[in-house]
């Protein structure tokens, strides 16, 4: 089912005053601490982080102009394109980073869509009709969602390792600002052009 949604106000003005005087009055017990990570024996690959995501495990990658970087808390490993090797990265350049099924993360490069096994370190599925595609998302099951094309979405299915196209009106990809999952398997994608879909999906096994 989708819905759409149009100019919809989520925060009026007086809701934002009032949390402003709530949150002047009420005493907040909390606190953060701000370190500098120095004395990496290997820095990122590139200044210009383009993405970033924390797996299950803890770890932080982040997706540069060249390469892929995880950093450990100690040191951090770089992944690129390596012409020749199938396991490596499609492109150097990454549009977002999410998790995947299998212990695996889903990296969007300027090339393609690769699945990347957290295991191994290599990729283990690879999807260049995706290219230059900055809208992936997942959820927490494995299904993953590529936008690429007017009216239309594009599904993975963690049973079948495939994309499937579903007709999807309304979606216009250079106007799509972001898109998540929530935990109730509703996928939410803002445009904008200030429109809401709200898609709630739920598919048979196998499909």
Request: with cysteine; charged share 20%; hydrophobic share 40%.
């Given at each position: 089912?989708?819905?759409?949604?149009?100019?919809?106000?989520?925060?009026?003005?007086?809701?934002?005053?009032?949390?402003?005087?709530?949150?002047?009055?009420?005493?907040?017990?909390?606190?953060?601490?701000?370190?500098?990570?120095?004395?990496?024996?290997?820095?990122?690959?590139?200044?210009?982080?383009?993405?970033?995501?924390?797996?299950?495990?803890?770890?932080?990658?982040?997706?540069?102009?060249?390469?892929?970087?995880?950093?450990?808390?100690?040191?951090?490993?770089?992944?690129?394109?390596?012409?020749?090797?199938?396991?490596?990265?499609?492109?150097?350049?990454?549009?977002?980073?999410?998790?995947?099924?299998?212990?695996?993360?889903w990296v969007n490069t300027?090339?393609?869509?690769?699945?990347?096994?957290?295991?191994?370190?290599?990729?283990?599925?690879?999807?260049?009709?995706?290219?230059?595609?900055?809208?992936?998302?997942?959820?927490?099951?494995?299904?993953?969602?590529?936008?690429?094309?007017?009216n239309h979405i594009s599904?993975y299915n963690p049973e079948?390792?495939?994309?499937?196209?579903?007709?999807?009106?309304?979606?216009?990809?250079?106007?799509?600002?972001?898109?998540?999952?929530?935990?109730?398997?509703?996928?939410?994608?803002?445009?904008?052009?200030?429109?809401?879909?709200?898609?709630?999906?739920?598919?048979?096994?196998?499909?």
């Amino acid at each position: 089912m989708v819905v759409y949604i149009k100019n919809k106000i989520f925060f009026p003005d007086y809701c934002l005053l009032f949390l402003f005087l709530i949150l002047s009055v009420v005493p907040v017990k909390a606190g953060y601490v701000v370190s500098k990570v120095e004395n990496l024996e290997n820095g990122l690959s590139n200044s210009s982080v383009l993405c970033m995501h924390q797996d299950r495990r803890g770890f932080i990658w982040a997706g540069t102009y060249d390469g892929l970087n995880r950093y450990d808390g100690l040191d951090v490993q770089v992944y690129r394109f390596e012409y020749g090797n199938k396991y490596s990265l499609s492109s150097n350049i990454m549009h977002g980073i999410s998790d995947a099924d299998n212990n695996c993360l889903w990296v969007n490069t300027f090339l393609g869509v690769d699945k990347f096994s957290l295991d191994t370190k290599k990729v283990v599925e690879s999807y260049p009709q995706f290219r230059d595609s900055s809208v992936l998302v997942s959820d927490k099951n494995g299904n993953a969602w590529v936008i690429t094309r007017k009216n239309h979405i594009s599904y993975y299915n963690p049973e079948l390792h495939q994309f499937r196209e579903i007709s999807l009106p309304g979606i216009i990809p250079e106007r799509i600002k972001t898109i998540f999952i929530d935990d109730y398997n509703t996928l939410w994608i803002f445009g904008a052009d200030n429109r809401i879909l709200k898609v709630n999906y739920s598919f048979k096994k196998g499909y």
